[in-house]
């Protein structure tokens, strides 16, 4: 697999996290906000809350600042990585436009396996049947069949008689993660 597919896997998982949507729209909303405001704001416990917001940090979704003892947390400014500069805007407008965090974990979901991404790839260089999806990936019938359920749920994935088929998601957020999943 490659390092992208593996970015992509691990920033999916750890957006697929309420607790990390909570403190993540927490920091859009209030933006500077330190371990223990954060915490308190979210009705977690700081442990908790610092160790979630390493997850969102090493992800680049947001920034750590020192002042003297305390950690703050902001939004990241300007993403230098391309995964953080599609989805940053993508995850604002579903705090903006009041999107549950189970239909976000559910559309993250679709992308935390590099076999899915590797499914959603073969589809979108070519509609394939599902013998062809197993030569090209290698999978076994019943791995395959997981996967093809898991993007046909999260409606990344269509048939049309003995082909599958790449589908456009209906969600902002969807879309940007099939755009990186196939990049």
């Not at 390493?54 to 020192?66: D, V, W």
């Amino acid at each position: 697999m490659s390092t992208h597919q593996t970015a992509i896997t691990r920033i999916c998982r750890t957006l697929a996290h309420s607790t990390r949507l909570q403190l993540l729209w927490a920091i859009f909303e209030d933006g500077d906000l330190c371990v223990r405001d954060l915490a308190l704001q979210t009705g977690i416990s700081a442990p908790n809350a610092s160790n979630q917001l390493q997850a969102l940090s090493e992800k680049e979704l947001i920034i750590p600042t020192r002042d003297k003892l305390k950690i703050f947390y902001q939004p990241v400014k300007r993403p230098e990585t391309l995964c953080a500069k599609a989805l940053l805007p993508a995850l604002k407008d579903c705090q903006d436009n009041d999107v549950s965090f189970k239909k976000i974990i559910h559309e993250a979901t679709a992308f935390t396996h590099e076999r899915r991404i590797q499914v959603v790839r073969c589809l979108a260089a070519s509609d394939e049947t599902f013998g062809s999806l197993i030569k090209k990936t290698g999978m076994t019938t019943p791995s395959l069949n997981r996967h093809l359920k898991k993007l046909f749920d999260r409606k990344v994935v269509q048939k049309q008689g003995k082909v599958y088929q790449l589908q456009q998601p209906g969600s902002m957020l969807a879309r940007c993660l099939l755009k990186l999943a196939v990049q």
